[in-house]
């Protein structure tokens, strides 16, 4: 299995733009996740799908972010419009079920200029 | 509510020498599960050991191996032997039976001196 996919890998933009950020779970995972990593507050959970339907997502800081789970292989975080403050490492994890590890992309850095 | 913390956020170790991290955690709930996390600077998180907290037993998974200490709701993490290739953050986590929510706490960073 190839592990939990991300892309980009790295993304630049400027404030104002939509950013789509695309996740592509480990097969058979039922639970997927949307974690943004920053220095000052860490790795922080944004919203969790099971069975493709969101469960969660309280974590989402504020309507300009919104995710898709059309399926059970493909996930999106979408930011529109984006703001320098939204720049950070942004991860995606999948997991077989409850107290089952997590396994995680490589995630998407991401700067808001 | 869940918490977890990591007191220590940064450490170092000579080459081949043990650490030891530490970790806390707050949780109402009688069984859940902890882990810890190492995020070197290739940024993959990748799992390095896990512990059922219904089971007293220690894991331990080659050089890594921890303490669990139920009734103080602690979790550390010690390396032996400790490599080059430990240096990197450690995350400790916790995730209880009644959702599936991932806690995480601040991290360590560990150092390991040649």
């Known amino acids: 299995d190839a592990g939990v996919i991300q892309s980009p890998r790295h993304e630049v933009t400027e404030m104002g733009q939509e950013v789509t950020l695309r996740c592509k779970p480990i097969?058979?995972?039922?639970?997927l996740f949307w974690y943004r990593q920053t220095m000052m507050r860490g790795l922080e959970l944004l919203i969790y799908f099971n069975n493709n339907v969101p469960i969660d997502d309280s974590g989402m800081p504020e309507d300009r972010f919104s995710a898709k789970m059309p399926n059970a292989s493909f996930s999106t975080l979408k930011i529109q419009p984006s703001e320098p403050r939204d720049s950070a490492v942004y991860f995606c994890?999948?997991?077989?079920?409850?107290?089952?590890?997590?396994?995680f992309g490589s995630g998407t850095q991401l700067s808001v200029l | 509510a869940q918490t977890v913390t990591q007191s220590q956020p940064e450490m170092s170790v000579q080459e081949a020498e043990t650490v030891t991290l530490s970790c806390t955690y707050d949780?109402?709930?009688?069984?859940?599960?902890l882990f810890w996390y190492k995020q070197p600077p290739s940024r993959q998180m990748i799992l390095v050991i896990r512990?059922?907290?219904?089971?007293?037993q220690n894991a331990t998974e080659n050089r890594f191996s921890v303490n669990f200490q139920k009734a103080a709701k602690s979790f550390s993490l010690k390396i032996s032997d400790s490599q080059l290739g430990d240096t990197a953050m450690y995350f400790c986590?916790?995730?209880?039976?009644?959702?599936?929510?991932?806690?995480f706490g601040t991290g360590t960073s560990l150092t390991v001196i040649p």
């Open positions: 994890a999948s997991s077989r079920g409850i107290s089952e590890k997590l396994f």
């Open positions: 949780t109402s709930e009688s069984n859940y599960y």
């Open positions: 512990q059922e907290a219904y089971k007293q």
């Open positions: 986590a916790f995730t209880g039976n009644t959702g599936n929510q991932f806690y």
């Open positions: 097969s058979g995972h039922d639970y």
